[in-house]
């Protein structure tokens, strides 16, 4: 669990270069074709639930991991 910031922070650092990726491709080719506005709000909803669970689950470990260490 000690290395769960530095892991957070690698797929973190992931996601963003991926997208700034897919958004330069995306604009050397404007004919690629148009994403629906629910899809974006579907996607969008969906990753930031799974950073919300995953952050809380984070904080909860953290705060007993003293607690944890005698099972």
């Given amino acids: 669990m000690k290395?769960?910031?530095?892991?957070?922070?690698r797929?973190?650092?992931?996601?963003?270069?991926?997208?700034?990726?897919?958004l330069q491709d995306a604009h050397?080719?404007?004919d690629r074709g148009d994403i629906s506005i629910t899809t974006?709000?579907?996607w969008v909803a969906a990753v930031t639930g799974?950073?919300?669970i995953a952050g809380t689950?984070?904080?909860?470990l953290?705060?007993?991991?003293?607690k944890l260490n005698g099972l």
């Fill in 40 to 42: 974006v709000i579907i």
């Fill in 50 to 52: 799974a950073l919300l």
């Fill in 11 to 22: 797929a973190v650092q992931w996601v963003t270069t991926h997208l700034q990726e897919r």
């Fill in 57 to 60: 689950i984070a904080v909860v």
């Fill in 3 to 9: 290395y769960t910031a530095a892991r957070t922070h």
């Fill in 62 to 66: 953290s705060k007993y991991n003293g």
């Fill in 28 to 30: 050397r080719r404007p």
